[in-house]
């Protein structure tokens, strides 16, 4: 799978869904997009980088327990995901456009995981805060794995946002703050590079 082929792809659902007069072109000066792709330093980082992008911040939702802690989540039994809340401007980078950052950055085809972190916490999930969103994400999701851009099925659940958790202080802008931490330099910093050389049009 390449980043390109993603773009390519969600490129496609973008114009048939303009097309088709349902593209959100009218939506208020800010939207939020709610998104779990494995480890939320990862995701955030990601994110942080992207024109449009006014904040990130790191939490837990989608579970079933009232104000979770870190330690709570990673015990998987409050049934949480570590996921992000992203507030944009989709006047400046569209709600597709962050689709397709999130399918390049992370492998919606390994069920409860990422890499080496194993759990239903770090499942892949796109948590949608209108009906727009909803049948965006469902259109993305096929055609990407009708062109097979995957070498298996696409996993990412794809459910109403609930009640989003922010995560402890010490998570928010983790990578930011911790460019040297091991995990950082072996996991987020090659996705924050391929977002860099791969979404250049997108990087503020």
């Given at each position: 799978?390449?980043?390109?082929?993603?773009?390519?792809?969600?490129?496609?659902?973008?114009?048939?869904?303009?097309?088709?007069?349902?593209?959100?072109?009218?939506?208020?000066?800010?939207?939020?997009?709610?998104?779990?792709?494995?480890?939320?330093?990862?995701?955030?980082?990601?994110?942080?980088?992207?024109?449009?992008?006014?904040?990130?911040?790191?939490?837990?939702?989608?579970?079933?327990?009232?104000?979770?802690?870190y330690k709570?989540?990673?015990?998987?039994?409050?049934?949480?995901?570590?996921?992000?809340?992203?507030?944009?401007?989709?006047?400046?980078?569209?709600?597709?456009?962050?689709?397709?950052?999130?399918?390049?950055?992370?492998?919606?085809?390994?069920?409860?995981?990422?890499?080496?972190?194993?759990?239903?916490?770090?499942?892949?999930?796109?948590?949608?805060?209108?009906?727009?969103?909803?049948?965006?994400?469902?259109?993305?999701?096929?055609?990407?794995?009708?062109?097979?851009?995957?070498?298996?099925?696409?996993?990412?659940?794809?459910?109403?946002?609930?009640?989003?958790?922010?995560?402890?202080?010490?998570?928010?802008?983790?990578?930011?703050?911790?460019p040297l931490?091991?995990?950082?330099?072996?996991?987020?910093?090659?996705?924050?590079?391929?977002?860099?050389?791969?979404?250049?049009?997108?990087?503020?």
């Amino acid at each position: 799978m390449t980043a390109g082929m993603v773009r390519w792809c969600v490129t496609g659902v973008i114009a048939m869904m303009m097309a088709g007069g349902t593209a959100a072109a009218d939506e208020a000066a800010r939207a939020k997009a709610t998104f779990a792709g494995g480890c939320f330093w990862c995701t955030e980082a990601v994110y942080a980088q992207i024109k449009g992008v006014h904040a990130v911040t790191s939490g837990y939702t989608d579970g079933k327990v009232p104000d979770p802690t870190y330690k709570d989540v990673c015990t998987g039994r409050t049934g949480h995901a570590e996921a992000i809340e992203i507030e944009y401007d989709p006047a400046v980078v569209s709600f597709e456009q962050l689709l397709e950052v999130f399918f390049a950055t992370h492998d919606p085809t390994t069920l409860n995981r990422q890499g080496a972190d194993v759990g239903t916490q770090y499942r892949s999930g796109i948590y949608f805060h209108d009906d727009t969103q909803r049948e965006t994400a469902r259109k993305v999701i096929e055609k990407l794995d009708a062109a097979r851009v995957f070498p298996r099925p696409i996993v990412t659940e794809v459910k109403p946002a609930t009640t989003f958790y922010p995560a402890e202080a010490y998570h928010q802008d983790y990578f930011a703050n911790n460019p040297l931490q091991p995990y950082c330099q072996a996991v987020a910093a090659p996705k924050v590079e391929k977002v860099r050389k791969v979404f250049k049009d997108l990087v503020k």
